[in-house]
């Protein structure tokens, strides 16, 4: 028997010309990979495919993005996804009382219905999940969003006046809103509300849920097809080539990346505004990527929107003063104009802390680092404030906290210079008596102008108010937002004075704004005055032992039980042994006793009396 | 036949002296590998545990490796099969080497430093040993269907 393969003839001829063969095929089909992934792909008419499909691929951003709030904007209710207390608990707003309850996985609350009838709503959808959560209810083919939501913080039930700024009175079933026309656009992927003009129905669904990878990526349908095929994966890994498949905004240029942003942290109305008809039935036609302008405009101070006082949401200078207008705020910074700063920069949607969606780092003044090198390896000379203190971080005097959003004050994402002056110009805050609380504007404004080796301001003030230290100020004259804006600014720990004890003379004008006809003003006030105690009682733990006995505001009780409370507050600082507090500066109006000068607050009050009552919703 | 085999033996003896030499290195540094790589799974190394790939394709290479090391161990009882012809079972032997060291080499470079979701462009060498290694396989089986004893 001839033994196998005795005469192998040509075999390294053949093996040569099948290597070759390979070559040439693996040449041929990169070449066509290449020229098909530099093709534009059209991505509005792509269907969407969900958060699932891009996993296998990208497990890591995958999971970043799991951790988010974004996620879970919007959920199907849940054991998992509830996070309020529905154990059969009530909470009592404006004579209504509300209660909420569980039957096995089903959750359910008793409040007013439409027809202002109480009546048991089952809870279907949650939408929130980090400060606060809203709940929805369906009727027929329409979800309604519920008046009473959880304070996720606070951990208890608070009506949803008290989350946007509504004086007292205000209707309980304002906030009863239709969320197929509404939240549905930025709280989920693609929102279709599918609304029928002539039948007065919604047909609504979205893509996805919450806010998942296809509301920044694009639809991904043509990306996972495209991409089955190893070799075109490949290519994209080692080429660096991009993929024009999906969007990558870190790709784009600097304007487009700030709008997949700006989609839903930017309030806009359609352009043109007829374009409502065609939102509201087949949805946003935005796709991440495309320009945000060609559909919608942003909203400015001099927009007009029917029925909606616009400029009720900026500060007279146009700085936006509610959150959901950071885009606005970005486009006005010349940081953006003049060096293309994005968002991006600093916030991180894969990375960091999830709150905020931004690393520790950037929290500090490496974020401006990268521009700013110089400046920020000089800050004290720069600031004019110590090393290393408070003053010298960026944020402080470059993005200070004056906008409101959801029960807080967030930092403005106008990018600006301080200047004093825009108090009285303006009516806003302004960033140096931000920290800086127990100062005058007008103090501010000399102050700055003397650190710059510059001579005094000539455009001053003539109103004797602007002598008085600006949080006690606004805090009292102000309007609402003013309130707010300084109500939290006693109480943050973005403060000049370091020591606890020296905070504490603003307790008096705090116990004064828990009074205030809005009861989110209440409610800051009495979160910085608690964080104020809090914090002098690790200096003082007498103090702490005795505030300690006194009983919780609710800003959303009765006006009987919250008099009741504020009154125990005042009389436990009046018998409060103050020989070791420290005087503020003599622009805050108190006397020896740390308690407020009668007559400067009363004209202070009756100036705010001269500000028409607002409200500010969505 | 007995001028044939004068000759083929002391081939024979070095190829099967080869694979012996060469399976049982394959083995140690592949059980060794494993070892290592066990370990640091034991001991939660977050490099290793928090990357699924890398964790499931070095795993591949520890099993290929050791897989391969037993098998040019067990090729050394038919280094010399009388059904090949010597080159043939010259390039049987090599090309087994060969892809005993490409398929877990593969793996082993797939795992290091690959863009999310893929292995790493060494993978490639995987499937290019995977056929290497067939090529021995398969004339070893053809031998061993025509019935000649070793």
């Known amino acids: 028997m001839e033994p196998v393969g005795t005469r192998p003839r040509g075999a390294y001829l053949a093996w040569g010309l099948g290597a070759a063969v390979l070559a040439v095929v693996a040449v041929l089909a990169l070449r066509a990979v290449a020229a098909e992934v530099r093709t534009p792909v059209e991505l509005s008419p792509v269907p969407y495919t969900g958060s699932a499909s891009c996993r296998p691929c990208h497990p890591d951003h995958y999971e970043s993005w799991r951790r988010t709030f974004h996620r879970t904007m919007t959920q199907e209710a849940s054991p998992e996804s509830v996070v309020g207390d529905f154990s059969g608990g009530s909470f009592t707003f404006s004579g209504v009382t509300s209660r909420f309850l569980r039957d096995g996985e089903r959750f359910f609350m008793e409040t007013l219905d439409g027809n202002g009838r109480p009546s048991r709503q089952e809870v279907v959808r949650t939408v929130g999940s980090r400060r606060i959560q809203q709940y929805l209810t369906r009727e ?63 047909d609504s669904h979205v893509a996805e849920l919450g806010i998942a990878c296809e509301a920044c990526h694009g639809p991904g349908d043509e990306h996972v097809a495209r991409n089955a095929l190893p070799l075109r994966r490949y290519y994209l890994h080692y080429s660096g080539a991009e993929d024009q498949s999906i969007v990558n905004p870190t790709r784009l240029d600097a304007l487009r990346r700030i709008q997949v942003c700006g989609h839903c942290h930017g309030q806009r109305m359609p352009s043109p505004i007829d374009r409502i008809r065609q939102f509201l039935s087949e949805g946003d036609p935005y796709t991440a990527g495309e320009n945000l302008s060609t559909y919608t405009r942003p909203l400015y101070r001099e927009s007009h929107l029917e029925g909606v006082d616009v400029s009720l949401r900026f500060w007279k200078d146009g700085t936006p003063r509610l959150t959901a207008y950071e885009y606005q705020g970005l486009l006005m ?29 950037k929290r500090g003044p490496a974020a401006c680092q990268e521009c700013h090198p110089t400046t920020v390896a000089r800050a004290a000379e720069h600031s004019r404030h110590r ?35 825009r108090a009285w110009r303006h009516d806003m805050p302004e960033a140096c008596t931000l920290c800086h609380t127990d100062r005058s504007a007008k103090w501010a404004a000399q102050t700055l102008r003397r650190q710059q080796g510059q001579p005094p301001p000539e455009e001053l003030p003539l109103d004797p108010a602007f002598e008085v230290a600006e949080s006690v100020r606004t805090l009292l004259s102000g ?18 004075t370091a020591q606890p004890l020296a905070r504490l003379w603003a307790v008096p004008f705090l116990l004064q704004a828990m009074e205030d006809n809005y009861s989110s003003i209440r409610r800051m006030a009495w979160l910085s ?10 200096a003082r733990p007498a103090l702490g032992a005795s505030a300690g006995q006194l009983p919780r505001f609710e800003p959303q009780a009765s006006a009987e039980e919250r008099a009741r409370v504020v009154s125990r507050w005042r009389e436990w600082w009046a018998a409060l042994d103050k020989g070791d507090i420290p005087r503020p500066d003599p622009a805050v109006p108190l006397d020896a006793a740390l308690e407020p000068i009668p007559a400067v607050v009363e004209q202070l009050l009756k100036k705010r009396a001269e500000h028409p009552a607002i409200q500010i919703g969505e | 036949m007995t001028t044939q085999k004068k000759t083929e033996s002391p081939a024979a003896e070095g190829r099967a002296r080869v694979h012996a030499r060469f399976g049982w290195t394959l083995l140690l540094v592949s059980l060794a590998f494993g070892m290592v790589m066990e370990t640091l799974e034991g001991f939660r190394w977050a490099p290793l545990v928090r990357d699924a790939w890398m964790q499931r394709l070095w795993s591949l ?6 897989a391969f090391g037993l098998l040019n161990l067990i090729y050394v009882q038919w280094a010399d099969t009388r059904a090949l012809s010597e080159s043939r079972r010259r390039s049987a032997s090599r090309v087994l080497m ?15 430093g690959h863009p999310e979701g893929d292995p790493s462009i060494g993978i490639f060498l995987a499937p290019v040993g995977g056929l290497l290694l067939l090529y021995p396989v398969a004339v070893q089986t053809i031998a061993a269907w025509r019935g000649q004893s070793t």
Not at chain 1, 482 to 492: E, K, N, P
Not at chain 1, 530 to 535: D, G, Q
Request: include cysteine; aromatic fraction near 10%.
């Open chain 1, 333 to 361: 910074s010349k940081d953006f104009q003049k060096g293309g700063l994005t968002c991006q920069h600093c916030h991180s949607m894969h990375g960091g802390d999830p709150r905020g969606m931004i690393t520790q780092e």
């Open chain 2, 98 to 112: 060969l892809g005993s060291v490409a398929m877990p080499l593969g793996f082993l470079l797939g795992g290091i």
């Open chain 1, 529 to 538: 005055l608690e964080s104020l105690v809090a914090k002098a009682s690790a």
């Open chain 2, 61 to 66: 290479a520890h099993f290929h490796g050791a």
């Open chain 1, 387 to 421: 090393e290393g203190s408070l003053g010298t971080d960026c944020y402080s005097c470059h993005m200070p906290k004056m906008a409101y959003g959801i029960m807080r004050i967030h930092p403005t994402h106008r990018i600006q210079n301080p200047d004093p002056s």
């Open chain 1, 479 to 496: 309007d609402v937002v003013q309130r707010a804006v300084a109500a939290s600014a006693l109480g943050d720990t973005r403060s000049a």
């Open chain 1, 140 to 202: 027929g083919d329409k979800y309604i969003r519920l008046p009473i939501a959880w304070d996720i913080e606070q951990r208890s039930w608070f009506h949803l006046s008290g989350g946007f700024l509504d004086p007292d009175g205000s209707d309980f079933n304002g906030h009863r809103a239709l969320w197929n026309a509404n939240c549905i656009f930025c709280h989920n992927v693609k929102a279709r509300p599918g609304y029928d003009w002539e039948r007065r129905t919604f």
